[in-house]
């Protein structure tokens, strides 16, 4: 506590800090707490009024984590989790900004951060060995450090429709949903996407709405999300061994232990076996369903099996045969588009007032005053919501004007994909370390075991080379073009790269068709981290 009242007095009204942190979600307020407790000074920008990243943004009808809760918290504290008692098996968004705040007040982080502020540039110098970070609001500061906790799905993308500026309607961004909400009630809305957020929204504003048309550009297989109030004794057992948990995490795959991944493949189970499993995985809810076979994710006769009983259990809750195959996945295996959990989502479209349309037979033309053209037919509407995603994983970070040495532009060197060493910094981008970046497990993973690794990996880096005088620390471009090279022989090795998903980047016109998370496992890669950091950062070039 001495260390923290003596950088806080420091910094009370400094324009120079040890580091800088872009973003005060669950990443950047670990990120600072890990400083402060090395006695370092740091200021956090957001662009937001207040904490929560993802969670403060994606506000719309239906928003839930799809990690169970017990699982999707911080670990690094007993106190913190003893203190919060979660609600639900999978928690909507405001409880999950409401134990963001109570996070922010347990630590007394807001009077480090600064908020209503987009951080619009960030430059390295040379000489001073400091990055100097600039904002909206015309803030210009310096840090040795430059830390970006900009999230992996936090730049929000709207199509760019011909007309949209005529529309005389309301139109809404799932990504960036108005804090007061939104009343759908008898009005005709339109929404466009079927991802993630399209699948939660969509019944809950079919609820309210006098009609409701959804376009659908690729069927999603959508899987029950199972979920509940938690009782008491599930809580309190989670109290109890949330930390030993929370270890047993980081040494698997995903970074999730309420269930298991099957260690047998497909082809060694008898029919009888393999159609218990998938059933015993769908019934329970939630992610499990991909780990009923060791293969599931690589190779497409194990995927198979699992695509059509997903498929046939859709099926049966579909009632209107014009649509069932619009709605039901048939040009992906299941689990390479991320899997969508839903409440009541296929029921939705029994109901006569919703509407189904398919732009991939009736493409969108263009949005009037009054509504939507597709395919020659003009669907009028009072509102329009965009489901229609994010710039994944590299857009929050090249919409920054980021400059490295010699001045080269992040966005430039990332035009034909990224290219990190372990997602954590990219070469000639001294100091500068990403959180979940591109090249780290991240979205394919529980985001929250993901997060913690990242910032303790980091805060003991900074840490170790503070105590040393260090000046700094880069990725090295061999260890970083053989990371890259790893990255991809991983994806080529399983069956993601076979859809055209926002993995890829497939959803953002021009962006390079690349496989961007690290898909070894949570465990393999914590390992890595660990060995880099035991060999005095193997694949990092320390300035002195």
């Known amino acids: 506590m001495a260390q923290e009242s003596k950088a806080a007095s420091r910094q009370a009204d400094a324009t120079e800090f040890d580091a800088v942190i872009v973003g005060a979600g669950f990443a950047g307020m670990y990120m600072l707490h890990r400083l402060r407790g090395l006695g370092l000074t740091a200021r956090v920008f957001e662009a937001g009024d207040g904490v929560g990243g993802t969670w403060y943004w994606n506000r719309y009808p239906g928003a839930r984590c799809d990690v169970e809760s017990l699982e999707y918290q911080y670990g690094f504290s007993d106190e913190i989790q003893r203190d919060w008692t979660w609600t639900e098996r999978y928690a909507a968004q405001p409880e999950i900004l409401r134990y963001q705040n109570y996070v922010a007040d347990k630590l007394d982080l807001r009077r480090d951060m600064q908020f209503s502020t987009r951080v619009t540039a960030a430059a390295y110098d040379e000489r001073a060995g400091l990055w100097t970070v600039e904002t909206d609001r015309g803030d210009r500061v310096q840090a040795k450090f430059c830390i970006m906790a900009t999230g992996c799905l936090s730049a929000a993308r709207v199509p760019d429709f011909d007309g949209l500026n005529e529309f005389e309607g309301a139109w809404y961004h799932t990504g960036d949903w108005p804090k007061e909400g939104v009343d759908f009630t008898g009005k005709r809305v339109i929404v466009i996407g079927t991802g993630s957020s399209g699948v939660q929204s969509i019944p809950l504003i079919a609820e309210q709405a006098a009609h409701l048309t959804v376009f659908q550009r690729t069927a999603n297989f959508t899987l029950p999300a199972g979920n509940r109030p938690l009782p008491k004794d599930e809580i309190e057992r989670s109290k109890k061994t949330l930390l030993q948990d929370r270890q047993h995490a980081r040494t698997t795959a995903g970074g999730i232990i309420c269930f298991e991944y099957s260690e047998t493949p497909a082809a060694e189970m008898t029919p009888e076996e393999r159609q218990r499993e998938l059933e015993s995985r769908w019934n329970m809810g939630g992610f499990a369903f991909l780990g009923a076979f060791a293969d599931l994710m690589a190779t497409h006769e194990a995927n198979h099996h699992a695509a059509e009983y997903a498929r046939a259990r859709m099926r049966e809750v579909i009632k209107d045969p014009a649509i ?202 914590g390992e890595k981290l660990a060995e880099v950091a035991a060999a005095d950062y193997e694949g990092f070039e320390l300035g002195a």
Not at 388 to 409: E, P, Q, Y
Not at 461 to 480: F, H, Q, V, W, Y
Not at 482 to 501: C, I, K, R
């Open 324 to 525: 069932v195959d619009l709605l039901l996945p048939n040009d992906h295996p299941v689990g390479v588009k991320r899997l969508c959990l839903d409440t009541h989502y296929l029921e939705t479209f029994n109901q006569p007032h919703v509407e189904l349309v398919d732009v991939r037979k009736a493409p969108i033309e263009k949005i009037t005053k009054t509504g939507v053209v597709s395919g020659g037919k003009e669907y009028e509407a009072d509102c329009i919501v965009f489901a229609t995603g994010f710039d994944a994983m590299t857009g929050a970070l090249t919409s920054i004007d980021i400059a490295g040495r010699n001045g080269v532009k992040l966005s430039d060197k990332w035009a034909a994909g990224p290219r990190t060493y372990l997602g954590l910094g990219s070469a000639g981008f001294p100091n500068l370390f990403f959180i979940t970046g591109p090249g780290s497990p991240s979205v394919l993973s529980n985001m929250i075991v993901s997060i913690e690794q990242h910032v303790e990996w980091i805060a003991d880096c900074i840490g170790r080379l503070t105590e040393g005088n260090i000046r700094s620390i880069e990725p090295k471009k061999d260890a970083e073009d053989v990371w890259v090279e790893h990255v991809n022989e991983l994806a080529a090795g399983t069956l993601y790269p076979q859809a055209n998903s926002w993995y890829m980047g497939a959803n953002i016109p021009g962006k390079p068709r690349i496989f961007m998370p690290y898909a070894g496992g949570v465990g393999v890669y």
